[in-house]
């Protein structure tokens, strides 16, 4: 029996260290890291190595924004797409860059799916675009496919961020208040965000034609380097624009959603104008008074039924009440 304790507390031990020594970087993991922090300090004593630690910075100050803004334009509850489901302006979105017509979708259709029967004919209103924003959507695999695609390109995400944002601005009740208009705050929503998507699908492609940085001789021909740095600094400053365009669109989104607060704080107050304090509290009182009467009801049935009953006294309206006065004789 000693044994076997001492063959556990053994294995504890070992365990113990294991998970000590794992704890801490490896030698590998640490030559890793200063090979990393070499290569970083090496770049940064070339023009291309500081752009490209410029570029790295800059695209995670971005995704740190999108991430931000995302998480701030969450639709509620009952808006939100169920599984495998968008909603309208992110569909919006990929028909934007696949060169879809979003204006396609959610037609009436009738019986044109029977043989020998045309379709009714739209009529584009806008009723029926506002509603066709309002539906969540599910996506083929193509566009599953290019929903992704934008997501991990710098504009791409930009535009599907700004997608989401403009969902919960449309779907938010105060959007449709005069309020917003009298205030010079109606701003289109599909012209930006398809905007914004045309711009990131121009700046993709700009970045594919720029390409990765020069490599070998090219890297040690001046021209091409000073050119290379000059076309990705812009395209860069093209990025941060539109970024700037989504916090401003971020921006309205907050406000609108402070008009809404008030909106329902004001509607609350109007509800509860209605409430008479001094006819409710006479209500009260008479509930009050009536509630006593029941009680003093309840006391004088009680008190009857103890006296009557134990002294075999005809309770009014019984049956001996009732009988005729020949059969008592």
């Not at 045309?198 to 720029?210: G, N, P, S, V, W």
């Not at 009680?295 to 049956?319: K, T, Y």
Request: overall charge positive; some cysteine.
């Amino acid at each position: 029996m000693n044994g076997w304790i001492v063959l556990t507390v053994i294995a504890m031990m070992v365990v113990a260290g294991y998970v000590v020594l794992r704890s801490e970087p490896s030698s590998a993991e640490r030559g890793i890291e200063r090979r990393r922090q070499r290569t970083a300090h090496r770049l940064a004593k070339t023009p291309l190595g500081q752009l490209e630690l410029q570029r790295q910075a800059s695209r995670q100050r971005r995704t740190a924004v999108c991430d931000r803004v995302a998480g701030a334009a969450l639709l509620r509850l009952a808006d939100r797409p169920g599984d495998g489901e968008h909603p309208g302006f992110v569909t919006m979105v990929v028909d934007v860059w696949l060169g879809n017509e979003f204006t396609l979708r959610a037609r009436a259709v009738g019986l044109g799916w029977l043989p020998f029967v045309d379709k009714p004919k739209h009529v584009e209103t806008p009723d029926v675009a506002r509603e066709r924003l309002n539906r969540n959507y599910r996506l083929n695999d193509e566009e599953k496919k290019v929903l992704t695609i934008m997501s991990r390109k710098q504009g791409g995400r930009i535009a599907v961020t700004a997608a989401r944002v403009a969902d919960q601005i449309h779907r938010t009740p105060a959007w449709d208040l005069g309020y917003v208009d009298r205030r010079g705050g109606r701003v289109d929503l599909v012209a930006e965000v398809s905007y914004l998507t045309e711009a990131a699908k121009a700046l993709a492609d700009q970045e594919r034609r720029l390409g990765p940085q020069p490599v070998g001789q090219r890297a040690r021909d001046l021209d091409v380097v000073g050119t290379y740095i000059a076309k990705a600094t812009v395209l860069d400053q093209r990025c941060d624009a539109l970024l700037a365009r989504l916090e401003a669109l971020d921006a309205l989104r907050d406000a609108v959603a402070d008009v809404q607060r008030q909106a329902d704080r004001q509607r609350w107050v109007d509800g509860v104008a209605e409430i008479d304090e001094l006819d409710v509290a006479g209500q009260a009182v008479a509930d009050e008074l009536h509630a006593q009467f029941l009680r003093d009801a309840a006391v004088e049935s009680a008190a009857w039924g103890a006296v009557a009953i134990p002294s075999q006294m005809p309770l009014p309206g019984s049956a001996r009440d009732r009988q005729p006065r020949g059969d008592l004789q």
